[in-house]
């Protein structure tokens, strides 16, 4: 099936649109770097959009009526937003659920050290990363630091263009001969990915030892009022510095860090903000971990937006045990989540026919996994067909993509886990290249086309 280039169907209304729409996507991803801010970000958009925290109808015993519009945060580090429908919960929900955490480097619980008169600090990489493309890029700093009074100190290094970066070093090439013999696995170890932050010493006492560690912590205790050993209760992300860009000479492309999978989650956001008097209730799921396996408190196999649900319902008048467990049954999902996109540099990776490709809109992949489909949801063909005609009736672009050749690999997403409840789930969202790396490339086109698709589903699914 020959699909068009999105491009040639835009009128200049419509063009600009979708330059318009990328540009402040870019304000998110490039605002937005951990989990925690695209969490802020969301919850301030939603407010502006007219959701009230879930909270205060809990706490006042009010109920929900249909168009209510509310929220909840989980920790922080992810989110649910509802808009009731005028149909009981009961009936089904119209559901996007995307994460907002990405690969990355973690700064470790006693980082801070000295080596020959430079300061580093030991890191744990998160998620699937090539260890190799992370060193000699300048990095910031974000995250939290957690005091034991309850504070907690907002940190974030190397974004201002008057801030330092920090860095991992690489082996010079004129040294590298037993280095480039390695498999690219093993070129860079997980405990060499050591981050230089000082090289100066600390001025005064000349009998202390260690003087550049002491500088940085100094450094440290007078613009954060923080300790050596705050770091123990710290979340702090090491991050590839600096601002998405426009990327193309025809800037028809967008290079940031964290398309993966911030680039499904900010069309989510818009489309659950944007859609008016739905008749089934709607949700969007902003989580976190995905890229480690979806566990812990704040990731998408915890008990939260189930919990949430059964709020919801109580509030609306409907919950009951049996109540909750047909609205999550009845319910369709779309697992915002990225697929690979066609790159003529590796085309033996991909199989032409079953690959997505830049500019021709949102991609459907009906199983993820690998290899032999394992981990996959594998999305029901029925509920397949229904999306069809949506996307169609709407003139929104789409295509299909798998995860690369049968053989080569894989990967996974959310899909499984809601699709455990019962209810029709399948993978939908944006094309990517480089995914994975510090910097990873979106079609501006299929980030458009993605953000009408997911309002075509809430509205009429």
């Keep these: 099936m020959k699909r068009d280039i999105c491009w040639n169907k835009y009128d200049a209304k419509e063009e600009k649109k979708v330059y318009d729409f990328a540009d402040d996507y870019k304000t998110f991803i490039t605002e937005c770097k951990t989990e925690r801010e695209a969490c802020r970000f969301a919850v301030n958009v939603a407010k502006e959009n007219g959701f009230k925290d879930i909270d205060e109808y809990i706490k006042s015993g009010k109920k929900l009526k249909a168009g209510d519009k509310v929220y909840a945060v989980n920790r922080g580090k992810a989110l649910v937003l509802f808009v009731v429908g005028s149909e009981p919960v009961e009936n089904g929900m119209n559901i996007l659920g995307a994460h907002i955490d990405s690969p ?3 700064l470790k619980q006693n980082p801070i050290y000295e080596d020959e008169g430079l300061a580093l600090l030991e890191t744990h990489y998160y ?9 000699a890029t300048p990095l910031a700093l974000h995250g939290v630091v957690a005091l034991k009074s309850g504070e907690v100190k907002d940190i974030v290094v190397g974004e201002d263009p008057a801030d330092p970066v920090v860095g991992i070093s690489d082996l010079l090439i004129h040294l590298a001969a037993e280095q480039m013999e390695k498999k690219a696995a093993k070129v860079v170890e997980g405990e060499d990915l050591n981050i230089l932050v000082g090289s100066r010493p600390v001025s005064g006492n000349k009998e202390e030892k260690e003087l550049v560690k002491a500088n940085i912590l100094a450094i440290l205790k007078d613009k954060y009022g923080i300790e050596e050993e705050d770091f123990v209760s710290a979340e702090i992300e090491a991050v590839p510095a600096g601002a998405a860009r426009d990327y193309g000479l025809d800037r028809s492309m967008i290079i940031g860090y964290g398309h993966d999978d911030r680039v499904c989650a900010y069309p989510s956001l818009r489309a659950i903000c944007d859609v008016k008097k739905p008749k089934r209730t709607l949700a969007c799921i902003l989580v976190d971990k995905e890229e480690i396996g979806s566990v812990g408190a704040t990731g998408m196999q915890s008990r939260f937006f189930e919990n949430m649900v059964a709020e919801l319902m109580d509030r609306t008048g409907e919950f009951s045990e049996l109540s909750l467990r047909r609205a999550m049954t009845n319910s369709y999902m779309l697992s915002s989540d990225v697929s690979s996109a066609f790159d003529p540099n590796y085309a033996a990776a991909s199989e032409k026919k079953n690959v997505a490709y830049f500019g021709k ?5 009906k199983y993820t996994g690998s290899r032999g489909k394992s981990g996959s949801n594998d999305a029901n ?5 229904k999306l069809r005609k949506i996307m169609d009736d709407n003139k929104i672009s789409f295509q299909t993509g798998e995860l690369g050749k049968v053989d080569l690999g894989g990967g996974g997403t959310i899909a499984y886990i809601l699709a455990n409840y019962g209810m029709e789930v399948i993978d939908l969202g944006v094309p990517v290249q480089n995914m994975h790396a510090p910097y990873e490339v979106i079609s501006k086109a299929d980030l458009y086309e993605t ?11």
């Design 381 to 385: 063909a029925e509920y397949i067909a």
């Design 451 to 461: 953000y009408k698709g997911y309002m075509a589903f809430l509205k009429e699914a």
């Design 361 to 365: 809109g949102l991609v459907f992949l």
């Design 104 to 106: 990355r480097i973690d």
């Design 127 to 135: 998620g699937g990363i090539k260890k190799y493309q992370w060193v």
